[in-house]
T-cell receptor
Framework: GQQLNQSPQSMFIQEGEDVSMNCTSS?????WLWYKQDPGEGPVLLIA?????ELTSNGRLTAQFGITRKDSFLNISASIPSDVGIYFC????????????FGKGTKLSVIP | KAGVTQTPRYLIKTRGQQVTLSCSPI?????VSWYQQTPGQGLQFLFE???????NKGNFPGRFSGRQFSNSRSEMNVSTLELGDSALYLC???????????FGSGTRLTVV
């Protein structure tokens, strides 16, 4: 089945630093999504990407849909303590597929 | 606009019992999908419904089933519970199943 490789698994950074995480796949996805999950809650959608090469920002977050359609990255600039959480990438394969395949997550810790 | 509502939030069941979880999607959304989240396996797709029809099904045993009602509300059922079914069960709604998946807070199921 399809799998997403998300890295890094965890990160410890200083407040104010920039963060980068990425996801790669052996198969093509037509949609890439980035979610953040806080303990005990469901994932919250941060950015959605629907076109290869697309670069989209949401405040301090920027994500890109890879040209090959097999990868995506998420950048967080000038991290703050509330950025702490687990970030997931998710992909949707395409026509006829209505399921999301998730990466294993990147656990972000921000040191004030 | 109300979000995705899942009930109950927490549930404790005994091995061999069955359980029914409920999901009310965002008003106007006709696609509802279900995911199981565990520390070991991460987020895994269970099934997706659109207008009362199951369109996609994940690789879970037949003990896991679901349905969707005419008002788009969905339920999932797990029969003959096993210890390994302990997980956070998440429901996501989307207008068509292609864009903008919004997750609920989940139902934490513990099987003892």
């Amino acid at each position: 089945g399809q799998q997403l490789n998300q890295s890094p698994q965890s990160m410890f950074i200083q407040e104010g630093e920039d963060v980068s995480m990425n996801c790669t796949s052996s198969s093509i996805f037509n949609t890439w999504l980035w979610y953040k999950q806080d303990p005990g809650e469901g994932p919250v959608l941060l950015i959605a990407l629907y076109k290869a090469g697309e670069l989209t920002s949401n405040g301090r977050l920027t994500a890109q849909f890879g040209i090959t359609r097999k990868d995506s990255f998420l950048n967080i600039s000038a991290s703050i303590p509330s950025d702490v959480g687990i970030y997931f990438c998710a992909g949707r394969a395409g026509a006829g597929s209505y399921q999301l395949t998730f990466g294993k997550g990147t656990k972000l810790s921000v040191i004030p | 606009k109300a979000g995705v509502t899942q009930t109950p939030r927490y549930l404790i069941k005994t091995r061999g019992q069955q359980v029914t979880l409920s999901c009310s999607p965002i008003s106007g959304h006709r696609s509802v999908s279900w995911y199981q989240q565990t520390p070991g396996q991460g987020l895994q797709f269970l099934f997706e419904y659109f207008s009362e029809t199951q369109r996609n099904k994940g690789n879970f045993p037949g003990r896991f089933s679901g349905r969707q009602f005419s008002n788009s509300r969905s339920e999932m059922n797990v029969s003959t519970l096993e210890l390994g079914d302990s997980a956070l069960y998440l429901c996501a709604s989307s207008s068509t199943g292609v864009y903008g998946y919004t997750f609920g807070s989940g139902t934490r199921l513990t099987v003892v």
